[in-house]
């Protein structure tokens, strides 16, 4: 008699080769339709941190112009501010606890612009007080002239200046770590931080340039966001009429 067991077990092998080879290309399929997170980006995610960190400071330093909005907060203060920088200067606004004021730097010609209570130094009483108010009547409302040999210049262009706000922007403390993805104004980015996060932070664009499009600065120290690179604005020096130039020194102002 003739067995026909063999041919049965190799019929069941071959149906078993085929369950598991269908299911292996399900699986397979199945992975490819997974999105690549990095489909449509520039591919700095991939690299380490501190290739990633050297990317974002070469394009913010290359690009024209940008802008910032947002918190700084240190030991003289508590400012808000909004300035288009480029190499030739800045202007924009700051806001402190007590005063707000513009500000406008072309080169080396550096103007403030407040109403007139910015520039009343009140408790002063009697004469001092009335050439105060005087004072602050002429330069009220108007682009006052910096002069480079008053106190507050060096402190006032710094606002202004594009290399010296973007150099303190990113500085990050401790060691380089890559942080998580998101999307800040519409574009994805990759997390940098500064240790855990309490050395500072900043987010990359994952779009086109690698610039940083926003930072968190270490020990609670501000949030600003950072756009428009490359956008170029207009910088000119104030109309003569609507200029003061106070001589050596600006005056005591309220804050």
């Not at 403030?112 to 209570?117: M, Q």
């Not at 408790?123 to 007080?129: A, D, L, N, V």
Request: charged share 25%.
């Amino acid at each position: 008699m003739t067995s026909f067991a063999p041919a049965v077990r190799n019929h069941r092998r071959t149906a078993l080769a085929l369950v598991l080879c269908g299911g292996l290309t399900v699986a397979l399929a199945a992975c490819g339709t997974e999105e690549d997170p990095d489909k449509g980006t520039n591919g700095v995610a991939k690299l380490s941190a501190a290739q990633i960190d050297k990317k974002a400071r070469a394009a913010a330093d290359a690009a024209s112009a940008v802008r910032l909005s947002g918190t700084l907060i240190s030991k003289g203060g508590t400012y808000e501010l909004d300035m288009k920088l480029n190499a030739e200067g800045g202007m924009g606004s700051v806001t402190s606890k007590k005063q707000s004021f513009a500000l406008l730097r072309v080169g080396d010609e550096l103007y403030l612009k407040a109403p007139a209570e910015f520039w009343t130094h009140e408790g002063s009483g009697g004469e001092s007080e009335t050439a105060d108010a005087a004072a602050a009547d002429k330069l009220g409302g108007k682009y006052v002239k910096v002069p480079e040999g008053d106190p507050s210049y060096r402190q006032l262009r710094g606002f202004t200046d594009k290399k010296v706000l973007l150099d303190g922007l990113l500085a990050l403390h401790g060691t380089l770590n890559k942080g998580g993805r998101d999307t800040v104004a519409g574009q994805r980015t990759i997390q940098i931080l500064g240790g855990k996060g309490e050395g500072g932070a900043f987010d990359v664009s994952l779009e086109k340039e690698p610039y940083p499009v926003r930072v968190a600065r270490g020990g609670g120290g501000g949030t600003v966001s950072l756009a428009d690179w490359g956008q170029a604005f207009p910088l000119e020096a104030p109309e003569e009429d609507d200029t003061v130039d106070y001589g050596g020194q600006l005056p005591k102002s309220s804050g």
